[in-house]
């Protein structure tokens, strides 16, 4: 059950310098075994194909912590749980059902500085918060203050802990975990099982996930009564098959589930359902909503008709799609507004407006209010089409309908703006978001950027630039390689390398197609020394990916030129083909002077290592060469168009 079918072993568990750590081996079929290892030092590390933890955060200096002992209150000194434990626990529970888990977190660490000694509960309830915020590094750090505490895990604390490590994506270390639990005299439960079938599914591994499933009705690994599974349990293990697209091995679950005497519910036939219309099978998913409420008497709900209506669209039979919607009243089911968004889209894909309007009507008669979504489909749709005028009209209907718009609406304007090039008007976009308090993102600034870049005018978009800084607003991969094309353009490419120092400075990791960028701004003036030596600093810092690179920007697709419609149908990426190599040998040709004096290939393979340093040399060589730096640009243009 661990990855490169390395198998689990439990180790005892002891603390290591303030550290927890997991390391295990053993699941073998459909039965786990626990051996402890002579001369073990006991500590819990990551086993053969896990990757390692981070650092855990480290433990508190010593005159900290005779502070902390110090404040202790009585009852806590006592050992006891006092009422401000209790209630500051029950408070974090709150926070967390309230999707506000890092103000859980904080209520903890003033729990800690008012000298109370957190109770079992608590340290669960926290862990409970760091899933939530995702921050599995610390997970190494809880185990050891629980440790430190002397508190004794019991069968909850472990759920919450094997459920954090599914959610970081380490079965090993969580199947590792649920072989501790049984070790420490904990029995497992059905949740437990539960987590370990989900994340084995979710790691897009249902074989594993039918053995803990097997290993949970025939008994425990250390031959424990069998826990039964219940109807959660059989669902998780549909899912997991179908997720895989092993409909057949769902199926069988499915006959076992009826076997035991469970029928299978609506989130079973959901499941299902999804499956065939993610593999554009929708009309058996919609046979599967008779036989649920014809044989199995199941009310069908909004989620399975928008599991049809969804799957109809995305194969383009969208009058099976409506079709479906209006039967959802003859079901007793009303339409709700992601049904309807889901249809509308599908014919704002198509192009077909009289539909769309249709659509938009058959929601009024239903009483279905549009949501932003809806206007947010109709927004992108129309300023794709370059319908700017009409697209305002939609953005008023919203405004007007009580529906703020978000920087995620504000980026479709200023896409359509920047596609009709009028990066002026994108940008006016950004100061009405300022006047109406809504922050803009990294992609809406990026569009802006990206207009001003596609009518050559960059001193604007470093403008724009700076202002996104001056926000708070990190800029991510998609900003700087369009900041860079934008000087490629222009021809200057030493500019378009300083922007590698910028991107140094912001913390942002270039890619291949980055240096790529680079290499295309010197070939166009015919320094393809320059060009390599780029190419070769990608390959000495390697093909790193920023990780806020999630979204990109929008360019003109419709009536922008024709050089920037290229960059967006390669997302950025530069490209060499025969047209551009014939047009580098002519610029080369033009500057012969600029290439005999060129540095060596050898000199140019060492300052691979440094490319950002190396730009004043390539200015220099462009100055001293070509007489054309400092110069406008227009007599930049006259040489190598000549």
């Given at each position: ?20 750590r ?36 480290p ?45 859980a ?41 629980v ?23 380490r079965?090993g ?6 072989l501790?639990m049984?070790?420490?005299g ?8 539960n ?14 996930s ?7 009705a ?7 009564a069998?826990?039964?599974?219940n109807l ?20 069988r ?8 005497g469970a029928?299978?519910?609506v989130?079973?036939y959901?499941t299902?359902?999804?499956?065939y ?14 036989e ?25 039979r ?25 249809l ?11 539909a ?15 949501d ?15 319908h700017?005028?009409?697209?305002m009209k939609?953005?008023?209907?919203m405004?007007?309908?009580?529906i703020?718009?978000?920087?995620q ?8 703006y ?31 950027i990206?207009?001003?870049?596609s ?95 999630d ?8 009536h ?34 600029a ?48």
């Amino acid at each position: 059950m661990v990855d490169n079918g390395v198998q689990l072993t439990l180790t005892s568990t002891v603390k290591t310098n303030g550290k927890i750590r997991i390391n295990g081996e053993v699941l073998n079929g459909s039965h786990l075994k626990e051996k402890h290892e002579a001369g073990s030092n006991g500590a819990l590390h990551p086993s053969n194909g896990q990757a390692k933890q981070p650092p855990s955060p480290p433990p508190p200096p010593p005159q900290k912590q005779k502070q902390k002992q110090k404040l202790l209150c009585t009852t806590c000194g006592k050992g006891h749980t006092c009422q401000a434990v209790i209630a500051r626990t029950r408070q974090m529970r709150a926070m967390i059902d309230a999707r506000r888990p890092h103000q859980a977190h904080s209520a903890f660490r003033h729990l800690v500085d008012d000298g109370h000694r957190p109770s079992l509960v608590t340290y669960t309830t926290l862990l409970a918060a760091l899933t939530s915020q995702r921050a599995f590094d610390t997970i190494p750090w809880l185990l050891a203050e629980v440790e430190d505490a002397g508190l004794r895990p019991d069968s909850i604390f472990f759920n919450a802990l094997i459920n954090a490590l599914v959610e970081a994506r380490r079965m090993g270390e969580a199947t590792n975990t649920f072989l501790r639990m049984g070790h420490s005299g904990c029995r497992p439960t059905a949740s437990t099982f539960n987590t370990l079938i989900k994340g084995y599914g979710i790691a897009g591994r249902p074989e594993e996930s039918q053995r803990v499933f097997d290993m949970m009705a025939s008994g425990g690994a250390g031959g424990e009564a069998a826990v039964r599974p219940n109807l959660t349990t059989y669902n998780i293990l549909v899912k997991a098959w179908c997720d895989a697209g092993r409909l057949e091995e769902a199926w069988r679950v499915v006959a076992r589930m009826r076997a035991s005497g469970a029928d299978p519910d609506v989130v079973t036939y959901n499941t299902l359902a999804s499956a065939y219309a993610k593999n554009d099978e929708t009309w058996r998913a919609e046979e599967l909503v008779v036989e649920m409420a014809q044989q199995a008497g199941l009310r069908t709900s909004e989620r399975t008709w928008g599991i049809i209506v969804g799957g109809y669209c995305r194969e383009g039979r969208l009058g099976e799609a409506l079709r479906c919607v209006r039967q959802m009243k003859d079901s007793g089911v009303l339409p709700n507004v992601i049904v309807f968004n889901t249809l509308l889209k599908g014919f704002l894909d198509a192009n077909d407006m009289a539909a769309v309007d249709d659509v938009l009507g058959l929601m009024e008669q239903f009483g279905i209010k549009p949501d932003i979504v809806t206007y947010s489909h109709q927004l992108n749709a129309l300023s794709s089409m370059g319908h700017m005028a009409k697209c305002m009209k939609v953005f008023d209907k919203m405004i007007e309908a009580g529906i703020e718009p978000d920087p995620q609406v504000y980026s479709i304007l200023a896409k359509g703006y920047v596609r009709a090039q009028q990066p002026e008007k994108a940008e006016e976009l950004l100061r009405q978001m300022g006047r109406l308090g809504v922050r803009p993102n990294v992609v809406t600034f990026t569009t802006v950027i990206s207009g001003w870049c596609s009518v050559a005018d960059m001193g604007n978009a470093v403008r724009v630039y700076a202002a996104m800084r001056d926000a708070g607003v990190r800029p991510n991969l998609r900003t700087f390689e369009t900041l860079i094309w934008g000087y490629s353009e222009l021809k200057q490419p030493w500019k378009a390398e300083d922007v590698l120092q910028m991107m140094q400075d912001a913390g942002v990791r270039p890619k291949q197609t980055t240096y790529c960028l680079v290499a295309d701004a010197w070939k166009a003036v015919g320094l393809v020394e320059n060009a390599n030596r780029a190419l070769g600093s990608s390959s000495s810092s390697g093909d790193l990916l920023d990780a806020d690179d999630d979204e990109e920007p929008y360019f003109p697709d419709n009536h922008g030129d024709d050089k920037l419609q290229s960059f967006e149908r390669t997302n950025g990426h530069a490209k060499s083909d025969a047209s551009r190599s014939m047009q580098v040998t002519r610029a080369s040709m033009s500057l012969k002077t600029a290439r005999s004096s060129s540095p060596s290939p050898s000199l140019l393979r060492r300052s691979c290592r440094l490319p950002v340093r190396s730009t004043w040399l390539c200015r220099k060589q462009l100055q001293m060469q070509c007489g054309v730096y400092g110069q406008s640009i227009s007599s930049l243009k006259m040489v190598f168009l000549s």
